[in-house]
């Protein structure tokens, strides 16, 4: 069983800058974000293997946003700048033990998500 605590979130103005954490109970293979606005699907944003290569999926605009990890592989960062109001949804952070990918079901554990609010 993996736990994950996202924590970061809050209400910040277009332009403006959040950094998400996600603390895990013990490491995995893929840690990824994802985030999901009202009334829309849950779509993959990043995601980093334990070993340290990332993966920047459409939504996350290369460049905007970055992903990494501490040294214990343990908690994972999402560095969000530039933001947009269109960026406003519940982040979550997911743990999977294979690929990194933008499929929901391929991640097997998840935490309970942190509100980002963009306004204008």
């Known amino acids: 069983q993996v736990q994950l605590v996202e924590s970061g979130g809050g209400s910040v103005q277009a332009g403006g800058s959040l950094r998400l954490s996600c603390r895990a109970s013990?490491?995995?293979?893929?840690m990824g974000w994802f985030r999901q606005a009202p009334g829309k699907e849950r779509e993959g944003v990043a995601g980093i293997y334990r070993g340290g290569g990332s993966v920047y999926f459409a939504v996350s605009e290369k460049g905007r946003f970055t992903i990494s990890q501490d040294n214990a592989k343990t908690t994972v960062y999402l560095q969000m700048n530039s933001l947009k109001p269109e960026d406003t949804a519940v982040y979550y952070c997911a743990a999977a033990n294979g690929r990194c990918t933008t499929v929901p079901g391929d991640y097997k554990y998840w935490g309970q998500g942190t509100q980002v609010t963009v306004s204008s």
């Open positions: 013990v490491s995995s293979m893929c």
